[in-house]
């Protein structure tokens, strides 16, 4: 009998006590015409309608997404920034709420519209971080999730609302275009997969991203606070919203490279001006009496307005520190997935026996070699190699938690065990004894316990017999515990039978007396009370001589024992 294997389980943050919804969530989508309307202005067209579904079923080549969603900036195929958000978070597109998505279009914008560079990981990590959305009561799982700015930021005042009203009853499906590129699919559904809080959630940026994205910060800084130059969150929403570009989709050139009009990357025409201020108005906590502004004070970098030569050589080399290493990054990336899954074979094996374990440990060394080979080609990722180390500590303490609950079980194993034979006095002996000490201590267990059980169906076998004596008119209970219950009553089942046989040989008596053909009053012979004592015994000793006749007809042997001289009551 092979030992249970224990998984150990990921929780989520203990400080959300409260239950997830999950799936409850859903609900059939109601979309009106005016979210139509207003998808179609913006160019957004590639997308399906739920029908009469109340949980999101997409077709082939189809996601889910929400009209909110659409409308602050997402589009498909998704922006690899973006991509990468969801992977290192391990979210889906609904996990975010409507303003983090707002969060990523705006910072997006602003590192390829106003700094020069891609987006990257080291100067959102300066920024943001991730945190559960939720009450003491409820915790959500579509938009479970909020992108906040850290209070120690100095960052664009954005203006969203509190919260979004009915957004997540807006779904719908949009396609999947991403020209038949892996790299470039959003996540599949999976509306109950449940969210876990992960470190990456408040992860902060090193000595040594800070230091390289201090210039960057202080650009921000520049752009906020240059008088009559101010650069507002509200400026940039306004910028990407009239550029028609959507800052969440992957596009064939940054925002530093738009053309205007005749860009390749737009979704529609120009809107509107008051469809564009409704739609300002719509996605932050702006009111009708707040003026929407018509242009940024600060010009942009585009195909136009191009990067200054010193400005590029500096900027670039910033992003091209964190962000330039794509291909490589993906390489390592399939790498480390690769070293995951082979741990996890490991981890496996490791519990079957000690040679599963030494090829583990062998097959570490390769994965190290090989990580050292890919640090060697890729100068300068320290990053990577703080991963490795991670994951070799975390083998080494799998492998060492193993072997100490292994132990545990044994030394549990072997103790329960003296206890069944201390109180037993039953010793088992394994006819072909392994050398697995674990499996011999569990096999003994078993025999102890198949005894036991034994043992207990003979005693309620043993019961169940006596039960239709003792309990003629009564079902049998299905519990072993009810069966007992039954033969410890509040009354005395012994007097009982007692009182009931003596009422079946008083019907005899009375029916063979009335046999006889007597005259008899029976309303004086039930009338005890007027009997003296001694009258009684010499009655009794009178009826004597014919009481085994009368025991005789009635089908009972008569004891050796003398007969009561009085009436048990």
Request: proline content about 5%; overall charge positive; charged content about 30%.
């Amino acid at each position: 009998m092979p030992p249970r294997r224990l998984t150990r389980h990921n929780t989520p943050d203990s400080s959300m006590a409260a239950a997830d919804l999950g799936t409850a969530e859903w609900e059939r989508s109601k979309i009106t015409n005016q979210d139509l309307n207003l998808l179609k202005k913006l160019g957004i067209t590639e997308q399906s309608f739920p029908s009469e579904e109340s949980y999101p079923a997409p077709p082939m080549g189809y996601r889910v997404s929400f009209v909110d969603h659409l409308i602050r900036g997402l589009s498909t195929p998704i922006h690899p920034f973006l991509r990468g958000l969801l992977y290192v978070y391990g979210l889906q597109l609904h996990h975010l709420t409507p303003n983090s998505i707002l969060h990523i279009s705006i910072f997006i914008t602003l590192c390829e519209a106003f700094l020069g560079v891609s987006p990257n990981w080291a100067l959102w990590k300066r920024i943001f971080f991730c945190r559960r959305n939720g009450s003491p009561n409820v915790a959500y799982n579509i938009g479970g999730v909020v992108i906040s700015i850290r209070s120690t930021a100095d960052y664009f005042d954005v203006k969203l609302p509190d919260s979004v009203q009915g957004w997540r009853k807006r779904w719908l499906y949009i396609r999947e275009e991403n020209d038949g590129c892996l790299e470039d699919n959003i996540p599949p559904f999976d509306g109950a997969e449940k969210i876990l809080r992960r470190r990456s959630w408040d992860a902060e940026a090193t000595e040594e991203e800070r230091t390289s994205t201090e210039s960057l910060m202080a650009r921000i800084h520049e752009l906020q606070n240059t008088r009559g130059k101010e650069l507002s969150g509200i400026q940039i929403i306004v910028y990407f919203l009239k550029s028609r570009v959507q800052p969440l989709q992957a596009r064939k050139f940054p925002l530093w490279k738009y053309t205007g009009n005749e860009d390749v990357d737009r979704l529609s025409v120009d809107l509107e001006v008051k469809d564009l201020e409704r739609l300002v108005r719509k996605i932050t906590s702006l009111s009708k009496k707040d003026a929407i502004p018509s242009s940024c004070r600060v010009k942009p970098y585009s195909a136009t307005h191009a990067l200054p030569k010193p400005v590029i050589k500096d900027l670039l080399r910033i992003g091209a520190q964190f962000v330039g290493y794509r291909e490589y990054a993906n390489k390592a990336e399939e790498k480390l997935a690769e070293a995951n899954d082979r741990a996890n074979t490991l981890a496996q094996q490791l519990e079957q026996s000690e040679k599963a374990r030494k090829k583990a440990e062998s097959d570490a060394i390769d994965a190290r070699a090989e990580a050292d080979k890919a640090k060697a080609d890729a100068a300068g990722v320290e990053d990577l190699r703080k991963r490795l180390h991670t994951a070799e500590t975390s083998l080494s303490d799998h492998i060492a938690a193993q072997s100490a609950r292994e132990e545990a079980i044994r030394k549990r194993l072997t103790t329960q065990s003296r206890r069944f034979v201390a109180r037993t006095a039953q010793e088992f002996q394994l006819d072909e004894p392994a050398n697995d000490s674990l499996l011999d201590a569990l096999s003994l267990l078993e025999v102890h316990g198949s005894e036991a059980r034994g043992g207990i169906d003979q005693a309620k076998a043993g019961l169940s017999r006596l039960f239709p004596y003792f309990f003629p008119k009564k079902e049998e209970p299905a519990t072993f515990l009810d069966l007992a219950k039954c033969f410890n009553p509040s009354e005395d089942l012994g007097l009982r039978v007692r009182h009931e046989n003596m009422k079946i040989a008083v019907e005899n008596t009375v029916a063979l007396v009335a046999d006889s053909q007597q005259s008899i009053d029976w309303s004086k012979v039930g009338d005890t009370d007027q009997i003296e004592q001694s009258r009684w015994r010499s009655l009794i000793k009178a009826a004597k001589p014919n009481t085994r006749k009368i025991l005789a007809y009635i089908g009972i042997k008569p004891s050796s024992t003398p007969s009561s001289s009085k009436p048990e009551v």
